[in-house]
């Protein structure tokens, strides 16, 4: 036996177990199938559930089932969706806060006002600097007296 034969020999023989000729559990199973959970839109929901509908015969209710991979509890589930209004496309993420908009709209018409008075202050401290180079009065004199 050459060697690279008795290597794979060893290995083949280390994997198995020796009590029943099964792989051990420290070796992963090539045809191990992660399933994912299955997720429909609103639009095939809808869709099946108008053939389910039009179902009118004896067995082709099972047969639209069985061909879409489905489960009688699913059309429950989403008929009783449909009913509450919640079948329609609903945009994916976090739901739009309208009192966060807000907040958010106030503050930066804040920071808008902010700056605006920032700039008229610097040139009302620009005109009074003015009155006194000038030798001006800084305060207009109410003339009723």
């Not at 809808?46 to 489960?71: D, H, M, P, S």
């Not at 806060?97 to 401290?125: F, G, P, T």
């Amino acid at each position: 036996m050459s060697q690279q034969e008795h290597r794979r020999s060893s290995q083949l023989s280390n994997s198995l177990s020796s009590s029943n000729g099964q792989l051990r559990a420290d070796e992963p199973d090539p045809e191990v199938v992660v399933l994912r959970r299955r997720r429909f839109t609103a639009a095939y929901k809808q869709r099946i559930l108008a053939e389910a509908e039009a179902c009118t015969e004896r067995g082709e209710l099972g047969a639209l089932l069985r061909r879409e991979g489905l489960y009688s509890s699913h059309l429950t589930r989403w008929r009783e969706q449909r009913r509450a209004g919640q079948l329609e496309p609903q945009k994916r993420g976090r739901k739009a806060n309208s009192r966060a908009a807000e907040v958010a709209r106030l503050q930066r018409e804040n920071e808008r006002l902010k700056a605006q008075l920032e700039r008229a202050e610097l040139i009302i401290d620009t005109q009074k600097k003015l009155c006194q180079l000038f030798n001006l009065p800084s305060e207009p004199e109410d003339e009723s007296e």
